[in-house]
């Protein structure tokens, strides 16, 4: 429980720097983040996707904080994809 409160104070509290930040990226990147997510909330990915020119988000149903982990069989092959397509 420490870690989730940790990280859910991290987002609260340096979420507009955050927003900042990513929107200077501009190279393609591929956000990867479990639809439930106990951490930090679905919603976030969908504000960063917005902030960066060159993103593709990846929701993954029924996933939890580490889609790599939980389903590597979904989201291996979504990698993948992603890097070979540029």
Known sequence: MALVRTARGIIAGRY???LIEIARLSCPTL??????DPVIPVGHAYKFQG??????????????????????HIVGPRIAKFLTAG
């Open 16 to 18: 507009v720097p955050w």
């Open 31 to 36: 956000i990867v983040w479990g639809s439930e």
């Open 51 to 72: 902030s960066m020119t060159h993103a593709e988000l990846c929701v993954v149903p029924s996933c939890g904080h580490v889609p790599q982990e939980e389903v590597p």
